[in-house]
C-alpha cells in the first residue's frame, strides 16, 4: 500500500519559505516556482498548504504543473480523508449568474451566433467575459472587423436551379461539411468545465474541423484522445524562445495526426486588452505546457499578458526553413496583413496565410482581413495560376453569418476561420451549444447560396460580390444592431470613493 501524506503535513508549509499545494490529490512543493509562476506568486500564496484544484482546473491543461516541476518537487499523494475542503463562499454575484443560466433561452430559440453571444456576457463571470470579448487599446479593429463585412454588397445572379445546393469543401486536404474551421481561443474551461473538448466532439459529429490553440486549458493529448479515428484536426502555435520545446511539441502533433500547422506571426508581444487588464485578473494565474522556462511576467496587465511571456520576439523569415525541416504537415502563417508578406509566405514554401488581425486584440487600427483579402489576391495573382492548389487564404475575425463566408470566398478565400462564434456557443450552452451554431450556419448557407445563385462553393465567384466600398472606412453603412447591442464598450478608470 503506497503511503499518503496527511492534509496535516501539508498545511504546515503554508508560506513564502516553504509553500506546498494540493492538485487533483497529488502534493508538490511550489517555493522555488513562486516567482517563475506566469498569473505571479500571490495566487499561488492564496491556496499554500492547501487544495488548489478548484482554482487550477479552470486554465491549466491537466499536466502543466508535473510538467513544469522538477520531479524531486513532486512530494507524493495526501490522504482524501485529511483534507479540509474549502468551502467557496456563494456570493449574491454567483446567485444572479446561476439564475440567469437557469433562464437561458431553450436552444431551439437560438436564431443566429449574435445570440450566443449575448446569453454568454450574461452568464459568464465578469473576468472571464473580460478576458473573450477583449481587444487592445481603443477596440477600434474589433469593430471594424465586423463592420467590414456590411460594406460588401452581394450581386445575386437568378434563374439558375437551386434546387440542390451543397457548401462542403476541402480545406488543405481535409474535407469539411463547411467552408468554416474552428479557429483556435485561448483558455476554454473558464467557460465551460469541458473547455475545449465541447468543440472536438460536436466538430466531430457534423464534419467541422478544430484548431487546437496552444493556450488551452485541456490538454494536447486530452483533445486528441477526444477526437474520432480520422477526424483532422488542426494545431495553432506560438513559438516558444526554447526552439526545443517548440520541435517536440510539434513533432509529437505531427505523429498524433494532426494535418496542419498554424505558426500565429503577428503576436511578437501581445496587446494591450484593457478590459482584461482592469480585472486584474492576473491574480487567478493561467497557464499551458509550451510556457516553460518564462521569468519576469509583467503581473499588472490581466491574464492576456501572463499566460505569453514564452512567446519567442525574434520569430522571423528566417525561422520557416526550420520548421519545414522538423515537420511534413502543412504550415500556415496566422497573422498576415500585407502583399508583400503574403508573397514572402509563398516564396517561403508555406502551404498558405490566414489574414488575420488576432480577432482585434493586437495592434489596433489594422486593417480587417476581408479588406485585406483583395489586394492579397491580386499580389498572388502575379505569382502563377489562381486559385492555386498548392497555396490557401484563410480569413478570420468579426465572422458572424455565413453570408460573411459566402463574401470572403467570392473574393479570393480558400475557407474561413470563427472563434468567438463557437466559443461563445460552448460557454453558454456546452457542446450542444456548439452543434447547434454549426447547425443554424449550416440553414444560413443553404439559404444565402440559394439567393446567391450559387450550386456550390466554386461557383460563388467574384461577380457575385460588390467589395468597392470596402475601403471607406467612414461612410453611411448602415449599423449592425445584433453586434452593437452584444459589444460592450471601454470604460475608463474609476473613482475609488473613501468609505
Not at 12 to 20: F, G, L, P, T
Not at 77 to 91: S, Y
Request: glycine share 6%.
Amino acid at each position: 500500500m503506497p503511503s499518503f501524506i496527511t492534509g496535516q503535513a501539508v498545511a504546515e508549509h503554508a508560506d513564502r519559505d516553504s509553500c506546498w499545494i494540493i492538485v487533483h490529490s497529488k502534493v508538490y512543493d511550489v517555493t522555488e516556482f513562486l516567482d517563475e509562476h506566469p498569473g505571479g506568486s500571490k495566487i499561488i500564496l492564496k491556496y499554500a498548504g492547501k487544495d488548489a484544484s478548484e482554482a487550477y482546473e479552470p486554465i491549466h491543461p491537466p499536466d502543466a504543473i508535473e510538467n513544469n516541476l522538477p520531479i524531486e518537487k513532486h512530494i507524493g499523494t495526501v490522504d482524501p480523508n485529511t483534507v479540509v475542503k474549502v468551502v467557496k463562499e456563494v456570493t449574491e454575484e454567483d446567485k444572479r449568474r446561476q439564475a440567469l443560466m437557469d433562464a437561458r433561452p431553450p436552444l431551439d430559440e437560438i436564431l443566429n451566433l449574435h445570440d450566443f453571444e449575448a446569453v454568454a456576457k450574461a452568464v459568464l463571470p465578469a473576468k472571464a467575459w473580460a478576458y473573450y470579448s477583449s481587444a487592445s487599446d481603443d477596440e477600434i479593429t474589433i469593430r471594424e472587423n465586423r463592420a467590414a463585412f456590411q460594406r460588401v454588397w452581394f450581386r445575386p445572379r437568378v434563374l439558375r436551379d437551386v434546387t440542390s445546393v451543397d457548401w462542403s469543401t476541402t480545406i488543405l486536404g481535409c474535407k469539411s461539411s463547411l467552408p468554416i474551421y474552428i479557429s483556435a481561443t485561448a483558455l476554454g474551461k473558464l467557460g465551460h468545465p469541458d473547455g475545449e473538448l465541447n468543440l472536438t466532439r460536436a466538430a466531430a459529429k457534423h464534419g467541422v474541423i478544430q484548431m487546437i490553440p496552444t493556450l488551452a486549458s485541456c490538454s494536447f493529448d486530452e483533445i486528441v484522445d477526444a477526437a474520432q479515428p480520422g477526424q483532422p484536426l488542426f494545431l495553432q502555435l506560438y513559438v516558444n524562445r526554447d526552439r526545443e520545446i517548440t520541435k517536440k511539441y510539434v513533432q509529437h502533433a505531427e505523429k498524433r495526426g494532426v494535418k496542419a500547422l498554424f505558426i500565429t506571426v503577428d503576436a511578437p508581444q501581445l496587446g494591450r486588452r484593457e478590459k482584461d487588464m482592469r480585472m486584474k485578473f492576473v491574480d487567478d494565474g493561467a497557464g499551458a505546457k509550451v510556457q516553460e522556462g518564462q521569468k519576469d511576467v509583467k503581473k499588472d496587465q490581466g491574464v492576456a499578458r501572463a499566460i505569453s511571456s514564452f512567446i519567442d520576439p525574434s520569430l522571423s523569415w528566417k525561422d520557416i526553413p526550420w520548421f519545414r525541416s522538423i515537420t511534413n504537415m502543412h504550415i500556415i502563417l496566422k497573422g498576415v496583413a500585407t502583399p508583400e508578406d503574403a508573397v514572402l509566405a509563398y516564396e517561403a514554401g508555406c502551404q498558405g496565410i490566414v489574414l488575420s488581425n488576432h480577432g482585434g486584440r493586437q495592434l489596433d487600427t489594422s486593417r480587417s482581413g476581408i479588406e485585406n483579402l483583395v489586394d492579397i489576391v491580386a499580389a498572388l495573382k502575379t505569382k502563377g495560376p489562381w486559385p492555386n492548389p498548392n497555396f490557401s487564404v484563410f480569413v478570420d475575425g468579426g465572422v458572424r453569418r455565413a453570408s460573411d463566408v459566402l463574401k470572403a470566398i467570392a473574393l479570393g478565400a480558400s475557407a474561413v476561420g470563427v472563434g468567438r462564434g463557437f466559443l461563445y456557443a460552448f460557454c453558454s450552452y456546452g457542446q450542444e451549444g456548439v452543434e447547434r451554431a454549426i447547425e443554424v450556419l449550416r440553414d444560413e448557407f443553404e439559404m444565402n447560396m440559394r439567393l446567391l445563385g450559387a450550386r456550390t462553393i466554386s461557383e460563388v465567384v467574384p461577380e457575385m460580390v460588390d467589395a468597392s466600398a470596402l475601403r471607406s472606412h467612414v461612410g453611411l453603412t448602415p449599423a449592425d444592431n445584433l453586434y452593437n447591442t452584444t459589444y460592450q464598450p471601454l470604460s475608463l478608470a474609476a473613482f475609488k470613493p473613501k468609505l
